[in-house]
């Protein structure tokens, strides 16, 4: 049973461009959440995601940032014109849903953005 | 809000050293406890947990108890490995929201043969 992936592990683009994101969940997983770490500190959530439905987007940045997750294909995180304070790991987890529990989360390998 | 703080600063220690890193919590409901590690260039990995008071979670050596009174899940190991050299993060979360994960800053743990 393959992990979470992410792709690409390392993404260059220079300010003002577009990045895209990428995050195929765990084989029979069915929620996604996203998280950035800046550097020197901990991850911060963005958004919870259920297939074509956004569940929980507070920790999302009011601007420039959106988030999918589509019936079919990976779920996919957009940054347009990027600036250097997007500079970050965007990691994704699966989880399981969640039956009006706790879940654990599973996390990819992250995206390492560089915006120059 | 909930909030994780984890004590400040890197940790360094010899082979076969004791370890801790201090965890506490704010939450407002009763939310369930984490503690994973991060190496060098990967992901997140699920070290323990904890998810009621009292539980102690417990995994490759490592353990956490759930103290509810001083709203803390510090971790400790008895003897560690250079391979126990990576990130640790404390992290909760609860059903209130929506099972997303509030982290602590992390630890960084050098661990010297």
């Known amino acids: 049973n393959a992990g979470v992936m992410q792709n690409p592990r390392h993404l260059v683009r220079r300010r003002g461009q577009e990045a895209r994101l990428r995050c195929s969940p765990m084989k029979g997983h069915s929620h996604v959440y996203w998280y950035r770490q800046l550097p020197e500190e901990g991850l911060k959530f963005m958004v919870y995601l259920q297939k074509e439905n956004i569940i929980d987007e507070s920790g999302m940045p009011k601007e420039r940032f959106s988030a999918e997750f589509p019936k079919e294909g990976p779920s996919i995180l957009r940054i347009q014109q990027v600036v250097r304070g997007d500079s970050a790991a965007y990691f994704c987890a699966s989880s399981p849903p969640l039956a009006g529990g706790i879940v654990e989360q599973y996390f990819g390998p992250g995206t390492r953005l560089t915006v120059t | 809000g909930n909030s994780v703080t984890q004590m400040e600063g890197p940790v360094t220690l010899s082979e076969e050293a004791f370890l801790t890193i201090n965890c506490t919590y704010t939450?407002?409901?009763?939310?369930?406890l984490f503690w994973y590690v991060q190496y060098p260039g990967e992901g997140l990995q699920l070290l323990l947990k904890?998810?009621?008071?009292?539980d102690k979670g417990s995994n490759k050596g490592f353990e956490a108890t759930y103290r509810k009174e001083t709203t803390s899940f510090h971790l400790e190991k008895g003897s560690v490995q250079v391979s126990d050299s990576a990130v640790y993060f404390c992290?909760?979360?609860?059903?209130?929201?929506?099972?997303?994960?509030?982290f602590g800053k992390g630890n960084q743990v050098v661990v010297i043969p």
């Open positions: 939450a407002t409901g009763y939310p369930s």
């Open positions: 904890a998810t009621k008071a009292d």
């Open positions: 992290a909760l979360s609860d059903r209130e929201g929506n099972n997303r994960l509030a």
